[in-house]
């Protein structure tokens, strides 16, 4: 056994280590990444299969497929991808397992990564499927190694779900010694009723299965003693309930509660792992022992409500402060302040004026930091393109309908481009865009999505588009990485950075595969390359794709690739803000007598030069800007 100091996603891919896990699959997305990236990145993975997936759908069945031939496996997401997952999930569940089946799940309560507040103790809800919720590195760890215990002990699969204040987090944690996967195991059984769906009679079968075996879960981590009750010596005062990361606040609020002069007499506390299945036992003991009953978890109120009906069945008369009563917010992530604001209202005190100012004092110094694209990010050249063929086709910016996708191309949305429109889920950007072609909007309408994210979900847009005939431009930006998640390797990415045996997916001649006639492949560092293909491709009918090819600045850095070497003629620059203005490019700034760029950020990609119309911006050496575009630039 060793101490390590270790993020707790690296935790769990440790605990899965530890648990004999055969299969990991997974697609990027924070905050969950870097489970299977620190994975990758360990030299001994004998037995061990490691992969990003196309999708999370994708990466669920090939975990699932290994557990049911007897095997340990984990599947690891961001909450939006188990909204891909789901329908296979579900089938999965009625299904059942046989070797532990895991799905690390993490939400983000705060939204650090830009997406929904999801709540996915829900998708356990509703799929009868028990869900432990780590708070802390060192539980992630000790609750990973248990959710493959308990998944063979119940025969289903079994979520870890964390969030991003303790997914993100470091800690120290006693690792064990790895136990190799079992070798190959023979065909699993031929079993229509409990592997298929063929019937209503094996579905209600599969389902009745199902609630037993939460049942059955309930029990066992009963047994196990994972949650901590702690009653005070006295009946009556307040007990605390609490779930995950909101565990650790429980302490700290009662300190900063009694500084603010609260005194909160006697306090039990219930720490859970687990909101389902419902923890009923523990519960019931601290309804019984309460006059009042404060319920603390981020988001969504499921484990609240669960404690309404547990005090309603057991008839007990107690008062419940949380989200319900209009004390506690169901938004954002919780801290200490969340529990003092609990504790006053609990005992039916205001807030003190005092704590007021401080809180709002505090809110006001986090003050949020502008996001923007890379320098050198090849997208701005995609973005800064579009602007002008918009400009160059004679329609003014906003009459123009351009649709964005998730990743790092969404980016666009922000200044100084303020390009695209929309955001909705990955893949959306296509179809939506089609739709507003259907509304019959007067102008032309463009679609633009990542690499990764059109190998995920973008596929079966486009091909409806192109079945469907619409007049739609689709721009598919082309920078060989699955970047915005931590620069993961996707379908396309360069075959040198594959694993060994693996291949690389030709973009191109996928797309062109699905019946797509115009396809203009780009260079965006080549400003007056993109905009004309931009100009030729919405002036023409049916679908159209552009791809803008250039590999991510941020890894075409770490291998050290300088395009041209950048500098300014300070005699020539007026200071005019142009160059500023159109790209946005933060290795540019203002100096006292010209623009000043730094030499550490740009990668010489160029842009900044071909918009400065007074030549005060000198490129040297090759980007190179036309000719042949290099799929990824390799050294």
Known sequence: MTKKMVLANEAVALAALRAGVKVVTGYPGTPSSEVIASLLKMKDLDGTKVEWSTNEKVAFEVAAAAAWAGHRAMCTMKMSGLNVAYDSVIGVAYSGCVGGLVIYVTDDPGVTTGMAEQDTRGFALMSDMPMLEPGSVEESYELTKFAFELSEAIQSPVFVRSVTNVAQSHGIVDVEDRVLPE???????????KYTKAGAAICMAQHRRLIESLAKAAQTIEEKGLNKLSLAPEKGG?????????????????????KYGLDPGNVSTLKLVHTVPFPTKEVGAILDHCETILVLEELEPHLERAVYLEAYKKGKKVKIVGKEDGTLSRIGSYDATHVVKGLFSALGQELPEKFMRDFTEAEKKAAARPITTCAGCPHRGTFMAINKAIKNLKYKKDEVMVTGDIGCTILGI?????TLWTEVSMGASIPLAQGFVY????????????DSTFFHAGIPGLINAVQHGVNLTVIIMDNGWTAMTGMQINPGTHIDFQQPGHKQIDLAKMVSGLGVEELFIVDPYDYEMTTKAIEKALTMPGVKVIMPRRECAIQANRRRIKYSTITVDQEKCNLCKLCINITGCPAITLGDESIIIDPIQCNGCGLCAQVCNKSAILRSGDTPLSGNVPNKEVK
């Open 183 to 193: 070798g190959p195991k023979p065909l699993p059984e031929k079993n229509i009723s």
């Open 238 to 258: 307040i007990g605390m309930i609490s779930v995950g990361v909101v565990n650790g606040f429980l302490e700290e609020g009662l300190e900063v509660a009694k």
């Open 414 to 418: 922000n200044p100084p481009f303020n």
């Open 439 to 450: 509304s019959e909007v007067k102008n032309p309408v463009i679609a633009t999505i990542g």
